[in-house]
């Protein structure tokens, strides 16, 4: 997403007042994602089953949720989940303002932007079963998500152990 | 002189509303039609007939019981219906009612009923008729707000969770929804499966009125430290503690 730089990364948490729709999350994250100095995001919120999970209903399938995609840039993402907080990583703390502008400009209720450490900086027991002992890219961990299904969200499993 | 009951103690608006709750003394804000209520939830067809468990109680001939004749059966008893449930789940951004009152609601007003409390959730089982009649009765009353409250039989998270854009409780199951004309509109029945036609419960109330209605402390709202309810507890838990509770 951008290029390294000589400055310290900072990370912050965006709390909006209300849980946001797919419409102004997209606003949002194309609003963050044109601005510069983002090094990673992550969106967090309660999940959206695209079935029932449990109950006289399970496997019902939810149709309000299918569907629901973000665009990133270029790449698309599926929604799984009601955004509720987005973690930034900007690579210096003049940035923040610039996030501050894009969240008073999409979204419709008040929010909180709070300064702190929200990436692991060392592998969790979840990324060593997903990547291996060693990750070249370091920027993904602690984004793996522990319940992720490996049919539906594994998408880098190391066969050689971190060894290729 | 005849016996008073008191409820709940306090002179604030939650104080005031835990006793109108506790009391079943309700404003009837909505009517929503038995049929639609027995939609929401789900549990038989509006006008088909109650399966039942049992013959009618006058078909029985029960044992000579004292208390058998001291106490009448509720219509459901009498009639051998099933055991059904409904269970709502009411945020906590001052939902009128919360689930200990609808508790007490349920056991100090309504007869043959078990209440459930739960910490986000709350649930009342009795006899088919009688629960469908005691769901109404919360439905159209100023227990329930429509948007801050939801009948949830399960996937009930909701309640601690912040609001939706529009002002509804987050539900996983997106079983209401509002309505282009500001209604809300059940679109699945209680455990979620998807109804047939959209059921309109009405429009929600707006934010200063739920501030009113809400048997919640906040302290953004009405503090509990504000409260004679506070001192009251005070004076029980100094007297359990002292004596065990013995208030003579």
């Given at each position: 997403m951008v290029t390294k730089s000589d400055t310290e990364p900072v990370q912050i948490e965006i709390f909006p007042r209300r849980f946001l729709n797919p419409e102004t999350a997209q606003r949002l994250l194309d609003e963050i994602y044109r601005s510069e100095g983002v090094i990673r995001i992550m969106i967090q919120g309660p999940n959206l089953p695209r079935a029932i999970p449990y109950g006289p209903g399970k496997g019902i399938p939810i149709e309000e949720h299918k569907n629901l995609l973000l665009q990133l840039g270029e790449q698309a993402l599926e929604l799984r989940v009601k955004v509720g907080r987005i973690g930034l990583e900007l690579e210096?703390?003049?940035h923040i303002e610039g996030i501050r502008a894009a969240c008073e400009r999409t979204l419709p209720c008040s929010f909180n932007i709070k300064k702190r450490q929200l990436f692991h900086t060392k592998p969790t027991v979840s990324d060593y079963a997903k990547y291996g002992s060693e990750v070249d890219d370091k920027r993904i961990l602690g984004l793996v998500d522990p319940k992720a299904k490996k049919d539906r969200n594994l998408a880098m499993l190391s066969d050689s152990r971190g060894d290729s | 002189m005849a016996y008073k009951p008191q409820y709940y103690p306090g002179t604030t608006s939650v104080g005031k509303n835990r006793r109108k709750h506790m009391s079943g003394d309700l404003e009837k804000l909505r009517d929503i039609s038995d049929a639609d209520v027995v939609t929401i939830m789900g549990h038989r067809a509006p006008g088909a007939d109650y399966p039942s468990t049992h013959p009618p109680l006058a078909e029985m001939g029960e044992p000579d019981c004292p208390i058998r004749q001291i106490v009448t059966p509720t219509p459901g008893a009498a009639a051998g219906d099933r055991i059904r449930y409904s269970q709502f789940a009411d945020s906590m951004y001052n939902a009128p009612a919360i689930p200990y009152f609808r508790s007490y609601w349920g056991a100090i007003n309504c007869r043959g009923c078990d209440p459930g409390t739960l910490s986000g959730r709350q649930i009342i089982e009795a006899r088919e008729r009688d629960i469908e009649q005691y769901t109404k009765a919360q439905m159209d009353s100023?227990?329930?707000d429509v948007a801050l409250s939801s009948m949830r039989g399960c996937t009930v998270h909701g309640h601690s969770l912040r609001l939706d854009e529009d002002g509804m409780m987050f539900d996983m199951l997106a079983r209401t929804e509002m309505g282009s004309d500001g209604s809300v509109y059940y679109v699945k029945d209680q455990v979620g499966i998807p109804l047939d036609r959209k059921v309109n419960v009405g429009k929600p109330m707006s934010e200063a009125e739920v501030a009113k209605k809400t048997t919640i402390f906040r302290s953004d709202n009405i503090s509990f430290r504000g409260d004679e309810g506070l001192i009251a507890l005070h004076h029980m838990w100094e007297r359990r503690s002292k004596w065990g509770f013995r208030p003579e």
């Open positions: 210096s703390e003049e | 100023e227990m329930n």
